[in-house]
């Protein structure tokens, strides 16, 4: 009766844990908020509300069968919406609120992996402890290594596509402040040749020139026109830089 009430317990506290071994002088196999099975000379026995009840040992493989298939098919769904942001990233969209649906998915995707770790090790103690239902687990012990390298590759990858926005969104920062820089290098002399010719003062070269004013906006547009064209030439330079390196590296592949 004690191990009733324990295992009762042990299941409203909506605990998730999965494991296997000895309970109360059992051979216990909890399956978290799935329920617990009993293991006693070659029986099996699902604890069933507040007793246990023998089963078949089909009835518990086909369980946890369906558990694992629920896992697969939540790490296949995760692994589109990841396919869905890589690919939006690349074709240069913008995801809305991608970090905080990037930080939902992977707490997903963590309790994904933290079931087939511990399911996997659940199910190798089971099928070593209890030879009858060996032959049956050989394909969910597999199955789930496989789900928990899946999970872990999903997670990786869902790690890199965040460093890869943060490094876009830096990148695009560092850029502006970088136009904003060449569009104030530009402006400063623009600015103090219309602050000097702007002064209240008299004796001002070209003041009694016809062409005064022509000249002073020529002389701006001077200005103007070499700022701009040194920030081509030195993007310019940039490019040919990776160009210059591109070809060298196909010299250096052709034999």
């Given at each position: ?8 317990s042990?299941?409203?506290s909506k ?8 309970f109360y002088g ?11 099975y009993a293991?006693e000379?070659d029986q ?6 507040d ?10 493989t ?9 896992v ?5 769904h995760?692994q ?11 074709q240069g969209?913008?995801?809305?609120k991608?970090f905080?649906?990037?930080f ?6 963590n309790?994904?992996?933290n079931?087939c770790?511990?399911s996997?090790?659940?199910l ?9 239902l060996k ?7 597999f ?6 390298k ?6 990786y990858r869902l790690?890199?596509l965040?460093?890869l926005?943060n490094?876009?969104k830096?990148e ?7 136009v904003?820089?060449i569009?104030?290098t530009i402006g400063?002399?623009?600015?103090l040749i219309v602050?000097?010719f ?5 004796g001002?070269?070209l003041?009694n020139?016809?062409y005064?004013?022509l000249i002073v ?11 701009v064209l040194?920030?081509?030439l ?6 040919i830089l990776?160009?210059d390196?591109?070809?060298?590296s196909?010299k250096?592949?052709?034999?």
């Amino acid at each position: 009766m004690e191990i009733e009430s324990a295992l009762k317990s042990f299941l409203q506290s909506k605990n998730s844990t999965i494991l296997y071994g000895e309970f109360y002088g059992k051979k216990l196999l909890l399956l978290g908020l799935n329920g617990a099975y009993a293991f006693e000379n070659d029986q099996i026995f699902e604890f069933d509300t507040d007793n246990f009840t023998q089963i078949e040992s089909s009835q518990l493989t086909e369980r946890l069968k369906s558990l694992v298939d629920e896992v697969r098919s939540n790490l296949t769904h995760y692994q589109s919406l990841i396919e869905r942001k890589e690919n939006a990233i690349l074709q240069g969209k913008h995801i809305a609120k991608f970090f905080q649906k990037s930080f939902v998915l992977k707490q997903k995707l963590n309790k994904a992996l933290n079931f087939c770790t511990q399911s996997n090790e659940a199910l190798n103690l089971l099928a070593s402890e209890q030879a009858f239902l060996k032959k049956n687990l050989r394909l969910l012990i597999f199955a789930t290594k496989m789900l928990e390298k899946n999970a872990k590759e999903l997670i990786y990858r869902l790690d890199g596509l965040y460093t890869l926005i943060n490094s876009i969104k830096s990148e695009r920062l560092n850029q502006n402040i970088y136009v904003l820089s060449i569009i104030s290098t530009i402006g400063l002399p623009l600015n103090l040749i219309v602050g000097f010719f702007g002064m209240n003062t008299g004796g001002l070269f070209l003041q009694n020139n016809a062409y005064g004013s022509l000249i002073v906006l020529s002389i701006i547009a001077f200005v103007f026109v070499c700022g701009v064209l040194y920030y081509r030439l030195k993007t310019k330079q940039e490019l040919i830089l990776d160009t210059d390196y591109a070809k060298a590296s196909k010299k250096e592949k052709t034999p």
